[in-house]
């Protein structure tokens, strides 16, 4: 059964940093496209980062956009996300996942019901 293991959350400052990795196990994922979600108790999974099976494209929400940078390495079939300049509005459990489909040109516009494998999540707390 495939897994997604997500590590490297924690507790920070603002304006600190943290990088988060996303480690599938199973089977690589080198033909579907990865992204992050975040959610708070109470609040629906909010969209952060996605990035292509082939890493050619990304894409942010508007609140992260020039703070996160999505990633991947092939060779150890992982993916981060490198969260800069972190906010007290970052504050979530960070979930890596999986999108459904297979050698998508791109990833912009996807819903949470386009990802059929998430990982256990991480958490980030943002102090002010």
């Known amino acids: 059964q495939v897994q997604l293991v997500a590590s490297g959350g924690g507790m920070v400052q603002a304006g600190g940093s943290l990088r988060l990795s996303c480690l599938p196990s199973?089977?690589?994922?080198?033909?579907?496209?990865m992204g992050w979600w975040r959610q708070n108790p109470g609040k629906d999974r909010e969209f952060v980062a996605a990035?292509?099976?082939?890493?050619?494209?990304?894409d942010y929400a508007d609140s992260v956009r020039g703070r996160f940078t999505i990633s991947r390495d092939t060779a150890k079939n992982t993916v981060y996300l490198q969260m800069n300049n972190l906010k007290p509005g970052d504050t979530g459990v960070y979930y890596c996942?999986?999108?459904?489909?297979?050698?998508?040109?791109?990833?912009?516009?996807?819903?949470?019901?386009?990802?059929?494998?998430w990982g256990q999540g991480t958490q980030v707390t943002v102090s002010s």
């Open positions: 996942a999986k999108e459904k489909f297979t050698l998508l040109p791109r990833v912009c516009g996807l819903a949470s019901n386009d990802y059929d494998y």
């Open positions: 199973g089977r690589n994922f080198d033909t579907e496209s």
């Open positions: 990035i292509t099976w082939n890493g050619q494209r990304t």
